[in-house]
């Protein structure tokens, strides 16, 4: 069956740090990768996203994240983040066997 | 821009009660799914489905159904509700590209409470 890992569960950095939060599946076969954000309060709404092609994908928020398929890791970065990063986030991956699997979850918060 | 909307933002149900929660969506997607949201866990899935009258079980299907009468419209269905349903309910929808799901639309959800 496949998942997802992520490895942090709570994030505290300050403004202008760097960000990356990591995400490791398992599956043998070709998936699509996912990473959602979670603003307080709202729903939730895709970062960036990968299907095939180039690695290293961009988002929106200048986000950004690399596929490494021999690591089966999709990590989502940020070189400076801003308080309004504040959020849940979540790595997400779907297969051909038409589910969808989410990571637990890392809070980010951003101090000013 | 693709609307998921959910019927109920907060529900308070009593134990043993049936609870219905319905979705719809505007995009005319194949893929319907019910997720639930808890602290720590992340989102698990309880079911999806991938046209009008199918259905599959998720992760944590045990105490829960679902219809898909229509194409936009995916209801979830606790047949008892219990306390250990207290949660948030998340619907999502997606179309399916070469065999698998894209990107996933999701509604605001509704924070079930039973007590």
């Known amino acids: 069956a496949q998942s997802v890992s992520q490895h942090n569960h709570h994030v505290i950095l300050s403004e202008a740090a760097s960000l990356e939060l990591g995400c490791n599946y398992s599956y043998g076969g070709t998936v699509n990768l996912f990473w959602y954000v979670q603003y307080p309060g709202q729903h939730l709404q895709l970062l960036l996203k990968?299907?095939?092609?180039?690695?290293l994908v961009k988002g929106i928020k200048g986000f950004e994240a690399e596929f490494i398929k021999s690591k089966f890791s999709f990590n989502l970065r940020k070189p400076s983040v801003q308080w309004s990063d504040t959020a849940e986030y979540f790595c997400a991956v779907t297969t051909n066997a038409g589910k969808s699997t989410f990571g637990d979850g890392t809070t980010l918060t951003v101090k000013p | 821009d693709v609307k998921v909307t959910q019927s109920s933002r907060y529900l308070v149900k009593r134990t043993g009660e049936k609870v219905f929660l319905e979705c719809v969506q505007d995009?005319?997607?194949?893929?319907m799914f019910w997720y639930r949201q808890d602290p720590g866990l992340g989102l698990r899935l309880i079911y999806f489905?991938?046209?009008?009258?199918?259905?599959e079980k998720g992760d944590i299907p045990e105490g829960y159904s679902v219809s898909r009468e229509k194409k936009e419209r995916f209801s979830l269905i606790l047949e008892s509700a219990s306390t250990n349903q207290t949660s948030m309910y998340l619907c999502?929808?997606?179309?399916?590209?070469?065999?698998?799901?894209?990107?996933?639309?999701f509604g605001q959800g509704t924070r079930l409470t039973v007590v």
């Open positions: 489905s991938y046209d009008v009258k199918m259905k």
């Open positions: 995009m005319d997607h194949e893929n």
């Open positions: 990968y299907f095939s092609g180039d690695p």
């Open positions: 999502a929808s997606s179309w399916a590209y070469r065999g698998m799901n894209t990107e996933a639309f």
